[in-house]
């Protein structure tokens, strides 16, 4: 596990964006944190990073949203009001999953039991005004990932 102190939203946005300059397809992001802890702000970064120009919101009420306009595919995810793991088969989630598009899932503790193996979690603190992101990567892809955007 790896963290970092991001002092303001400044510096998560310039987190995010360098993450989505890193991504590759198939890769699937799995935030949690507090409501309100920067979830959907650090999506919409990595959203810029991947090139991507819509808007972009948080899919609370649809489960997901899908922007298609950047260099790679970004399925978003809130799983916040899911009730079991199953539910997300009726949207087809093992398709996204397996797609070359990028995944970002808030709140994916929820379906932490249908979870790709290979994977890489974000916890998001508060720290104070601040916030504390800590990585979990699951695989050498996620790995190589995180080394890369946490390098100074």
């Known amino acids: 596990m ?3 102190y991001l002092e303001n939203e400044n510096a998560t946005s310039s987190l995010g964006q360098k993450i989505g300059k890193n991504l590759f397809e198939g890769a699937v992001l799995c935030l949690n944190g507090d409501l309100g802890a920067g979830k959907t702000a650090l999506t919409k970064a990595i959203a810029i990073g991947l090139g991507i120009e819509e808007d972009i919101t ?5 489960i997901v949203n899908e ?5 790679l595919k970004l399925n978003h995810f809130d799983v916040y009001r899911i009730g ?3 539910e997300m088969y009726d949207i087809g989630f093992e398709e996204y999953i397996d797609s070359d598009g990028v995944c970002i899932i808030e709140w994916s503790q929820i379906i932490e039991d249908i979870l790709p193996d290979e994977r890489l979690d974000i916890n998001i603190k508060y720290e104070g005004e601040a916030r504390r992101l800590e990585f979990v990567a699951r695989g050498q892809a996620y790995e190589e990932l995180v080394e890369e955007v946490t390098r100074a």
């Open 67 to 71: 922007y298609e306009d950047g260099r």
């Open 2 to 4: 790896r963290s970092i």
């Open 84 to 86: 079991s793991s199953d």
């Open 58 to 62: 948080s899919p609370t009420f649809t």
